[in-house]
């Protein structure tokens, strides 16, 4: 009951990515393997089932939740004959919609590239099969090496480019001088734009779409005469393509360059939990997880799934955990300071000033030793 429970989070997690590429979902295939099959992913009984239903629905596209091996996609195409997308391929596709500066361009360009070069192969075999293939091989493979060649020399250039931007920033970031340094972190969608708009009161873009944040943006904020300064940085997520991790390295280089980790936590989220375990996770990747943290968790507003099921009451069922009961564990659990509150109602938001005020205090003084 628990896995149906994991299987229809991960399930609505792709289909909201899904929207926010622009498609709209009609159908879910799910499917209990030990493990997935190297050649098809899915059994072949299964694709024979998607293969109809695509057929009979006149179905554009299919998208799988996991990064699916070249040669994964290439025979799943041909036994559904429909366009293949996986995990990867969609955020990838997200990403390259939503960037706007030309950095972030940039590094999704050869995210892009980097997935594309080892699945090239894939794109020669429609090719083959629309010109009918015997006869076509030699001049198709060495169109292939030319298409490789010509997308190599292209990652080397976006690497240089990316190279020199990245010291730019960094000598950016070097000129910033001494100010006291946060950024929010957290998965995606938790609020942290609106909470930098808040506290900012900027205008940076907020919506309910995941990754809404590509850029990272920097404000100076105020609290009590102390300024410090704030960076929104991209949105995590479970299973963020490898290639984005490495190409996002500058945005995360914001993360591990801070004073302070400003950790948001959606808790009206169901998985929340999940999510603070990726972000630590990612933290954990890029070497930030030893910095000061403080925990927000926002939302508080739309808290509402304790008592969802009436009939459902068991004591470890957490639709029966109140915001209090949470509220008490977190604060007695985290060894971080911790608060509740809503960025959209502006709940307990002096609670939350006070303690960011308090760290932010904390880190200026052991940096100005003598200034009182
Ligand atoms: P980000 O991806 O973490 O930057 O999240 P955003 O700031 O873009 O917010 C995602 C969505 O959550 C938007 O629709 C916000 O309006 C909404 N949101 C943010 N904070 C709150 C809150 O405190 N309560 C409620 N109910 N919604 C919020």
Known sequence: ?????????????????????????????TQKLTQPDPKTFIGSGKAQEVRDF?????????????????????????????????RTNLILDIFAQRAQTSYARTQVELAQYQYLLPRLTRMWTHLERQKGGIGMRGPGETEIETDRRIIRDRISLLKEKLKTIDRQMATQRTNRGKVVRAALVGYTNVGKSTLMN??????????????ATLDTTVRKVVIGNLPFLLTDTVGFIRKLPTQLVESFKSTLDEVREADLLIHVVDISHES??????????????????????????????????????EDDLTPESRKNISLEE???????????????????????????????????????????????
């Not at 808040?198 to 990754?211: G, W």
């Not at 959209?344 to 904390?362: A, G, H, P, R, S």
């Open 1 to 29: 009951n628990q896995d149906e429970d994991k299987l229809t989070e991960y399930m609505d997690e792709l289909e909201f990515l899904a929207l926010t590429a622009g498609a709209t979902v009609v159908k879910r295939f």
């Open 54 to 86: 695509v057929k009979e629905n006149e179905i554009g596209t299919v998208i799988f939740d996991d990064e699916l091996s070249p040669s994964q996609l290439k025979n799943l195409e041909r036994e559904i004959e429909v366009k293949i997308l996986d």
């Open 198 to 211: 808040a506290l900012a009161k900027s205008d940076v873009f907020a919506e309910n779409k995941l990754f």
């Open 272 to 309: 929340f939990e999940d999510h603070i375990a990726s972000v630590n996770q990612i933290l954990m990747e890029i070497n930030a997880h030893q910095k000061p943290m403080i925990m927000i968790f926002n939302k508080i507003d739309d808290f509402s799934y304790e008592k969802k099921e």
């Open 326 to 372: 949470w509220e008490k564990t977190w604060m007695s659990k985290s060894k971080y300071p911790t608060v509740f509150i809503s960025a959209l109602t502006k709940q307990n938001f002096e609670q939350m000033k006070k303690l960011i005020y308090d760290e932010v205090l904390k880190i200026h003084i052991s940096r100005f030793p003598y200034n009182d």
